[in-house]
T-cell receptor
Framework: ETGVTQSPTHLIKTRGQQVTLRCSSQSGHNTVSWYQQALGQGPQFIFQYYREEENGRGNFPPRFSGLQFPNYSSELNVNALELDDSALYLC???????????FGPGTRLTVT | AQKITQTQPGMFVQEKEAVTLDCTYDTSDQSYGLFWYKQPSSGEMIFLIYQGSYDEQNATEGRYSLNFQKARKSANLVISASQLGDSAMYFCAMREGTGSARQLTFGSGTQLTVLP
């Protein structure tokens, strides 16, 4: 196990609703990256937080937003959910921006 | 253009045999890193092996080795002495040297099934 935890494990939401996913990074890690993995595909980078600031963003619309807290845990918020947002959401923590990323078990989001 | 290409959607291997999973990449950076991850059905991405673009030796980690051919831009994963527990999805990923986030770019994966 990597020491990275995510909650909840599974989530079912209705189209148009909002959702918040949580990630606790490994002890001492100040960088958290979020990825979306649709069924049958590889993970895609959403954004990264480094010391509470967004440090880079992939090709995702503004309704995907995030936060990082002083203890370096992080949240991913998705507004106005769409059916295509159904996916496994993975967070990964690292000691620094260019260090190896350790992944959590993921949150499986289903939008109906 | 795809940055990471994995051309084998599925592979089968007999237990105790070796198997090679293919990965080709595309980057204009001189400094980059290549990774292989294993993803069981539970979903967690498990790091297997890393190869830096400047590393002259191929990386090895136990039963895993990375066949790095820089001129051909390929980074194939070799699993020796396959075990039933190796059955999983395998992803090749690249981290390029530029960009503030140094995020990982993943391929589409290869589903490996080890047969008893």
């Amino acid at each position: 196990e990597t020491g990275v935890t995510q909650s909840p494990t599974h989530l079912i939401k209705t189209r148009g609703q909002q959702v918040t996913l949580r990630c606790s990074s490994q002890s001492g890690h100040n960088t958290v990256s979020w990825y979306q993995q649709a069924l049958g595909q590889g993970p895609q980078f959403i954004f990264q937080y480094y010391r509470e600031e967004e440090n880079g963003r992939g090709n995702f619309p503004p309704r995907f937003s995030g936060l990082q807290f002083p203890n370096y845990s992080s949240e991913l918020n998705v507004n106005a959910l769409e059916l295509d947002d159904s996916a496994l959401y993975l967070c990964a923590s690292s000691l620094a921006v260019s260090s190896e990323q350790y992944f959590g078990p993921g949150t499986r989001l289903t939008v109906t | 253009a795809q940055k990471i290409t994995q051309t084998q959607p599925g592979m089968f291997v007999q237990e105790k045999e070796a198997v090679t999973l293919d990965c080709t990449y595309d980057t204009s950076d001189q400094s980059y890193g290549l990774f292989w991850y294993k993803q069981p059905s539970s979903g967690e991405m498990i790091f297997l092996i890393y190869q830096g673009s400047y590393d002259e030796q191929n990386a090895t980690e136990g039963r895993y080795s990375l066949n790095f051919q820089k001129a051909r831009k390929s980074a194939n994963l070799v699993i020796s002495a396959s075990q039933l527990g190796d059955s999983a999805m395998y992803f090749c990923a690249m981290r390029e040297g530029t960009g503030s986030a140094r995020q990982l770019t993943f391929g589409s994966g290869t589903q490996l099934t080890v047969l008893p």
